[in-house]
C-alpha cells in the first residue's frame, strides 16, 4: 500500500512538472518568442530523453559517479521521465504537423520526416509499455523494445540537423550540442563495455 502511495505521489510530482514546463514554454513562445513552441517542446522532450539515458551511460564512462544522488535521482524517476519525453515530444510533432500544414496521407511525408516520425514511434512504443503491468506480460520483449531507446540517440542529431538546417532558432545550438554529446557519450560506454569484454 506505501509503495502505491509513493508511486501516485511520484506521478502526480511529474504531472505538476510537465504542466509547469509546458506553461513555461507557452509563455517564452507568446511573450518572449525565444524560439517557436513546436521547436521548445522538441528541445524539452531531448532534455527529458537524455535525462533517462544518463544513469546507464554514467555509470560506465564515470563509474565514480553512479552512486551519486543525482544519478540515483534520475534512475529512480526514469520511468516518469521517459513518459515526459514523450508528452513533450508528441506535443512537437503535433504542432509541426499544424504549423507545417504536414499530409499524413502522402507517402512522401513518411521518407521528409522519416527521422521524426520514428523518434515519436519508438517514444511511443516506450511510454505504452514503461509499467509494471507491461514488464510482467511481456517478460524478455520488454528488454527487447526498451533496447530501442539506442536508436533514438542516432536519430535525433539527424534529425536536429536535417529539419532545423535552414531556419536556425535560439535553441538550435543547444539542442545539436546535446544531441551530439549524448551520442559521443553512448559511443564511448559501449567502447568501454568492449575492453572490460575482451580484458
Not at 514554454?25 to 525565444?34: G, H, K, Q
Not at 524517476?77 to 515526459?84: E, F, L, M, P, V
Not at 529539419?163 to 544531441?179: C, E, G, Q, R
Amino acid at each position: 500500500m506505501r509503495q502505491l502511495i509513493v508511486n501516485k505521489k511520484s506521478y502526480i510530482i511529474l504531472v505538476i512538472l510537465a504542466l509547469t514546463t509546458y506553461l513555461i514554454t507557452l509563455f517564452l513562445s507568446v511573450f518572449c518568442n525565444p524560439a517557436p513552441l513546436a521547436n521548445l517542446l522538441g528541445f524539452f522532450a531531448l532534455v527529458a530523453y537524455i535525462a533517462t539515458l544518463i544513469p546507464s551511460i554514467f555509470k560506465t564512462v564515470f563509474p565514480s559517479l553512479k552512486s551519486s544522488n543525482f544519478i540515483l535521482w534520475l534512475l529512480k524517476k526514469r520511468r516518469y521521465i521517459g513518459i515526459s519525453a514523450f508528452f513533450f515530444g508528441s506535443n512537437h510533432g503535433l504542432l509541426m504537423l499544424i504549423q507545417k500544414h504536414i499530409n499524413l496521407l502522402s507517402p512522401l511525408t513518411y521518407i521528409e520526416y522519416f527521422q521524426g516520425i520514428s523518434i515519436l514511434f519508438i517514444f511511443s512504443l516506450l511510454a505504452v509499455t514503461s509499467n509494471d503491468w507491461s514488464v510482467r506480460k511481456l517478460k524478455n520483449n520488454w528488454k527487447n523494445i526498451h533496447q530501442l531507446t539506442y536508436l533514438v540517440i542516432f536519430l535525433l542529431p539527424w534529425h536536429v540537423l536535417d529539419k532545423m538546417s535552414v531556419k536556425w532558432s535560439y535553441i538550435t545550438p543547444f539542442a545539436i550540442l546535446l544531441s551530439l554529446i549524448n551520442l559521443v557519450f553512448f559511443i564511448l560506454a559501449n567502447i568501454k563495455v568492449k575492453l572490460r569484454i575482451k580484458s
